[in-house]
């Protein structure tokens, strides 16, 4: 079982940057791909994008595509997204999380397709 924590978040005015860090509890980690999703109040949790076990491969929702960046660093057990030129749209409380799955028909864009998330951090775009 991995345990998730994300860091990070805050308040940033529109235009500006953030990077998120999601920390795991273990180093089996690094067997999973990873995702990021948001939810604003009053809407659903929505797919930002994911990452391959390995790091090579990213997919992006078209949202953000060009403006978040993700990352892993599988030897200090941590996922990272890069937010810039963030905009107020952009306020939500962002989740990571882990996908045991072998293999996916959407891309793991989904969230029933992850098994263990993070508790959120919230971002707030704001002037």
């Known amino acids: 079982q991995v345990q998730l924590v994300e860091s990070g978040g805050g308040l940033v005015q529109p235009g500006g940057s953030l990077r998120l860090s999601c920390a795991a509890s273990n180093r089996t980690f690094m067997n999973y791909l990873m995702g990021w999703f948001r939810q604003a109040p009053g809407k659903e949790r929505e797919f930002v994008g994911r990452?391959?076990?390995?790091?090579?491969?990213?997919y992006y929702a078209g949202s953000v595509r060009g403006r978040f960046t993700i990352s892993r660093d599988n030897a200090k057990n941590t996922v990272y997204l890069q937010m810039n030129t963030l905009k107020p749209e952009d306020t939500a409380v962002y989740y990571c999380?882990?996908?045991?799955?072998?293999?996916?028909?959407?891309?793991?864009?989904?969230?029933?397709?992850?098994?263990?998330w993070g508790p959120g951090t919230q971002v707030t775009v704001s002037s």
């Open positions: 990452i391959s076990q390995s790091g090579e491969s990213t």
């Open positions: 999380a882990v996908s045991t799955a072998a293999w996916s028909t959407t891309g793991w864009t989904k969230r029933q397709e992850y098994d263990y």
